[in-house]
């Protein structure tokens, strides 16, 4: 599976992005697709997820209620709809997919979110 993200920039407190991420090479029915972050000087984390097939979905608490996770079955596309943006979101954006584990990775984008 190949992996492209896009849709980063810098924006203000208080704004709004949309991430993409296009998706080829393969199927992915049964696998699920996800969200990570790493901003400087931390460790990567979570922050959501959907699966493929049903479209359920899980958020990181520090996300929950401001950032919703879709994808579009017909395009392979994964998106990242964040709204309400704080410094604190500001890191470089991975999408990712797999099955058990998430064993493919798209490049980074960044997203920077002033104050």
């Known amino acids: 599976v190949q992996l492209q993200a896009s849709g980063g920039g810098l924006v203000q407190a208080g704004g709004s992005l949309r991430l993409s991420c296009a998706a080829s090479?393969?199927?992915?029915?049964?696998?699920?697709m996800g969200w990570f972050r790493q901003a400087p000087l931390k460790e990567r984390e979570f922050v959501a997820h959907?699966?493929?097939?049903?479209?359920?979905?899980v958020y990181a608490d520090s996300v929950k209620g401001r950032f919703t996770i879709s994808r579009d079955s017909a395009k392979n596309m994964v998106y990242l709809k964040m709204n309400s943006l704080k410094p604190e979101d500001t890191a470089v954006y991975y999408c990712?997919?797999?099955?058990?584990?998430?064993?493919?990775w798209g490049q980074g984008t960044q997203v920077t979110v002033s104050s």
């Open positions: 990712a997919a797999g099955t058990s584990t998430f064993e493919y």
């Open positions: 090479g393969r199927t992915l029915s049964g696998y699920r």
């Open positions: 959907i699966l493929w097939s049903g479209g359920s979905t």
